[in-house]
């Protein structure tokens, strides 16, 4: 009788639609369908079946529906040769079941324990709706009570549901954080929890996709869960721990959430959290972005996430300074001379013998770029163990450090009464960083650089006398003004003077001296080991400058510069970017430098230091850029 009774309610709802000719084939087969689910959804009415079962009353009605389609015909063959996909009949059928349901009826089966049954996509439709209307408790209820059918006793429902939520997954980020936390933490306590392989692959399958969506949102709380469980997991399976965890791939995007924790007004909501579940990991990643990090204020935030790791993340950089390779040391050495002087203090000094001038190189600058208050102090201690060709760049540091604790070994280097004596070179820095420093104590020491006479003229070259004239301006104006007329000094080559300390700048590493931008480029070859290379040079100081070059000279090595066919210098290359080079001085006879001071003073050009808001964002620096 209800077969009879849904019958004629079909044919009643099709005769309209009847054409007046004989009824077609696609005609007929419309009419079994549109039985089949009134069949289906007048039992489901009336209670005579649960929503469990209709998908096996469809499944067995599509099993008679198929055999009127072999005897009329189907395009599907057709279709699927074509190579278009067509949606299974039982599928089709399910999908004008539910569109049939009413909404309340809906969210009743949505919100029961069968709703593993209704196919995601049904569910992911109505969900949707549910947040265009602003119901989102609604919304946020049906799929926290989805995620609960991946923990029910029954394996089919646990598979399916495991399934589907690979295809919802995506709407757990639209409601409240705590969902997709909550969904993490479910789905992955009940990955730990199965047993059989196939299912352990589906929920796992499940729990990956989640964790993959939080971290690509950056719902930072429901990455950590994803951390959580899977530590677990390897301490009690650890084959299966094993290979989730680059599934999920939070640490090969560590990068980008710390990238994004530096470069945001604050960290992110949940970001050191999740970082302190994984404070070596983190400390690591923090540190190397230390070293690339251009501007102050990058910095300062970088040491208050490092800090906010705790003792582990601190001891575990501390452990890489002490034991680690040269690279993994040199990172930690910024950060921590903010964090852990005395660790500083304590390993840098017999781990600087082991290390060849390039990473001197990249130690000296790793503190310059820390702001700690005491790098002036740690560089002095080490000056005598860095190589050569990088101490004059030490001393440079040391004037721009603001700390007057070195002072008395400046003025010994100043005077050439170091042990073996100082070259002319670090003897001219010496007296450059007394004079940055306002260093009291050093006025009698340069005014008899200045003043002392031979025979026939100056007892010092002139470029050391004219840098102990600009350091005394500085430190006793009161004798500059009375007596540096008399000492035969060019106005002209006087203001090529060393640039002093900017507390107020955005940046790292402050210029040392005016860049002139040239008006007409100036020839340079840069000789090194293996290969020359001719540049030409837009931008020059007494500390280095840019230029033009065609052939690859690689960040850090020295070369030997000639500029104008007439200059000569050590120099390392710093910045590599296109076809630009940036060259800083490391060394150079005091003649030289006199000859460089008198060709900026003859070129003149327009100096190019740039503002300090100009410089505020032109990205991170390299561990090799440079600053002249």
Not at 74 to 94: F, Q, R, W
Request: with cysteine; hydrophobic share 40%; charged share 30%.
């Amino acid at each position: 009788m209800t077969a009879q009774f849904s019958l004629r309610r079909a044919l009643a709802g099709l005769a309209s639609q009847a054409p007046k000719d004989q009824p077609d084939e696609p005609l007929l087969l419309k009419l079994a369908e549109h039985v089949a689910i009134r069949f289906a959804l007048d039992s489901y009415e009336r209670g005579e079946i649960r929503v469990n079962a209709v998908q096996d009353v469809l499944a067995r009605m599509t099993r008679e529906v198929e055999s009127l389609h072999k005897i009329l015909g189907t395009y599907e063959d057709k279709l699927s040769n074509a190579g278009i996909d067509v949606m299974p009949h039982a599928e089709v059928l399910a999908l004008q079941f539910w569109q049939a349901v009413p909404d309340e009826n809906k969210r009743a089966v949505l919100l029961s324990p069968e709703a593993w049954c209704v196919p995601a996509r049904n569910i992911r439709d109505f969900v949707e709706k549910l947040f265009e209307k602003g119901e989102n408790e609604t919304a946020e209820e049906v799929l926290r009570n989805y995620v609960a059918c991946v923990c029910l006793e029954d394996p089919k429902a646990r598979r399916v549901a495991a399934g589907g939520l690979t295809e919802l997954v995506k709407l757990y980020t639209r409601g409240e954080e705590r969902l997709l936390v909550d969904a993490v933490r479910d789905v992955g306590l009940q990955l730990c929890r199965e047993n059989e392989p196939e299912m352990q692959s589906l929920v796992g399958g499940a729990f990956v996709r989640l964790s993959q969506e939080a971290a690509e949102v950056r719902a930072y709380a429901a990455v950590q869960r994803a951390v959580e469980i899977v530590d677990l997991l390897q301490e009690d399976r650890p084959t299966l721990g094993e290979s989730l965890r680059p599934r999920i791939a939070v640490e090969n995007r560590l990068p980008e959430f710390i990238e994004e924790g530096v470069r945001a007004e604050s960290v992110p909501s949940g970001l050191t959290q999740f970082l302190r579940r994984i404070p070596q990991a983190a400390a690591e990643q923090l540190a190397g972005r230390f070293t690339r990090s251009g501007f102050r204020g990058e910095c300062d935030r970088i040491v208050e996430m490092v800090q906010q790791l705790g003792p582990e993340g601190v001891a575990h950089l501390r452990s890489a300074l002490e034991t680690g390779s040269s690279t993994q040391a040199v990172e930690t050495i910024g950060i921590l001379s903010r964090l852990d002087l005395d660790a500083v203090e304590q390993f840098l000094p017999r781990r600087l013998s082991d290390w060849q001038r390039p990473v001197h190189d990249r130690v000296v600058r790793q503190l310059a770029s820390s702001a700690a208050p005491e790098r002036g102090r740690l560089l002095i201690a080490t000056l005598d163990l860095l190589d050569p060709l990088v101490r004059s760049l030490a001393l440079d540091e040391i004037g721009l450090s603001g700390d007057l604790s070195g002072v008395a070994q400046l003025l010994r280097l100043a005077e050439g009464e170091t042990a073996g004596g100082a070259s002319p070179y670090l003897r001219l820095k010496a007296v450059e960083a007394l004079g940055r420093l306002r260093a009291p104590k050093a006025g009698m020491v340069l005014r008899r650089i200045v003043e002392a006479r031979k025979l026939f003229g100056w007892a010092h070259p002139s470029e050391l006398r004219i840098v102990a004239a600009q350091a005394l301006e500085r430190i006793d104006p009161d004798w500059a003004r009375e007596s540096l007329h008399r000492c035969g000094f060019n106005s002209a080559e006087l203001a090529l003077e060393p640039l002093d300390m900017d507390p107020n700048s955005p940046a790292i590493r402050q210029r040392r001296y005016f860049r002139l931008r040239l008006a007409q480029p100036v020839p340079a070859m840069a000789s090194g080991e293996r290969e020359n290379c001719r540049l030409e040079v837009q931008e020059l100081n007494l500390a280095g400058g840019i230029g033009l070059c065609e052939q690859h000279l690689h960040p850090g090595m020295v070369v030997s510069l000639r500029l104008n066919r007439s200059v000569r210098a050590q120099a390392f290359v710093r910045d590599a970017r296109s076809q630009t080079r940036a060259f800083e001085v490391a060394n150079m006879d005091l003649d030289e430098r006199a000859k460089l001071r008198r060709l900026l003073v003859q070129l003149g050009g327009q100096a190019a230091t740039g503002s300090p808001e100009g410089r505020k964002r032109k990205g991170s620096r390299l561990v090799s850029g440079g600053t002249n």
